[in-house]
């Protein structure tokens, strides 16, 4: 993946980028790292649109990145390739539509894009993917089953309903040419947002952008803006009551863990990459002036002194002081100080 990756974004040619030339902005990093924080500043450039949510579904399992794959080098038949169709149609039509249904809750992503033009762009594109779709009586129909399963310190049990009587043969594609009909579709959206909004670029903040090959392969020529925080204060955090993550700290530590360590994979690729930016949240909280003029040059904006209106208070910096125990400070340095030295923390090293 990694070559298709920088066979890709080869084809971009370097140096500064034209003026004229819209940005596309994937902001990414560890959850509680300042995914949003960055997001609300660069959206208040006056030329750059900032979507306030996690859209997730170009990097989320069953999302756009995955079908690309399934459709092109992955492809492994019509039934398999044709279920990937069906669970991104799934997502898009209706997952990320009710905000009261799992797997999505609060999402709702009709209250941020324009009905007619989200619904014309999706049906757009899965008409280009789909050849035929026809009902399989073969396949069962509103089954339902129990799941139990252990997660974590937990036990939890789903209901798994399967209600999908139909079955899609779905075309098959060079990569290049998928590729660039989901780049249209992200652009559509997100282009269109950012036009109602009277601004040429957008950013968009989903935290796993920055764990995903899918953001370059399907924009060769976007910027990856990794926010980096202190993993203490991360863990603090994560586990201050989000119902995405893990209430101890322990459990918080090891997640931070598990990112790092996948992350010290990727770095190596990501440096090599003139459009890979990284930022530390510290500095951003101490120096805001300094740390936005440097982050406009290196995406060839002029300075908007209107990015630095509601910053965060320097009291987000430093939380683990108090808000973690002696022991759970001596966990996290037996799981986490190594890899964050490994991935630059100069504090860890």
Known sequence: MFADLRAVRATVPSG?????????????????????????LLGRHHQIAGLAWETRFIVDADGL???VWALSRDWAGPSTAGMKVQAFRQ???????????HPYLSYDMLAHFERDHYWSTIGAFLRRVIRAEW????????RSFRVDA?????????????AAPTRILPNVFAFEEIRALAAQLVDALFGDYARRLGRSS??????????????RLLFPDCYVLHIVRDPRDVAVSI???????PESIRDAIDWVAAFYERWLVLRP??????????????ALVAEPCAELQKLCARLGLEFDPAMLANLPHASAVGRYATGMSDDDRAYLESNVAELAARAGLAEFQ
Not at 24 to 30: K, V, W
Not at 91 to 101: A, N, S, T
């Open 16 to 40: 500064v980028r034209q003026v004229s030339q819209p940005l596309r902005i994937f902001a990414g990093g560890l959850g509680r790292s300042g995914t949003t924080l960055i997001t609300e």
């Open 65 to 67: 990145g995955e079908l």
């Open 91 to 101: 997502m898009m039509m209706h997952d990320l539509l009710e905000p009261e249904q």
């Open 135 to 142: 009902c399989a009586t073969g396949l069962s129909a509103n």
């Open 150 to 162: 252990p997660v974590g310190h937990r036990h939890l049990t789903v209901t798994v309903t399967d």
């Open 202 to 215: 957008w950013v968009e903040k989903t935290p796993h952008n920055i764990l995903s090959p899918f953001p």
């Open 239 to 245: 586990a201050d009551g989000h119902s995405w993550g």
């Open 269 to 282: 690729d990501y440096l090599e990459d003139e459009r890979y930016i990284e930022m530390r949240y510290e």
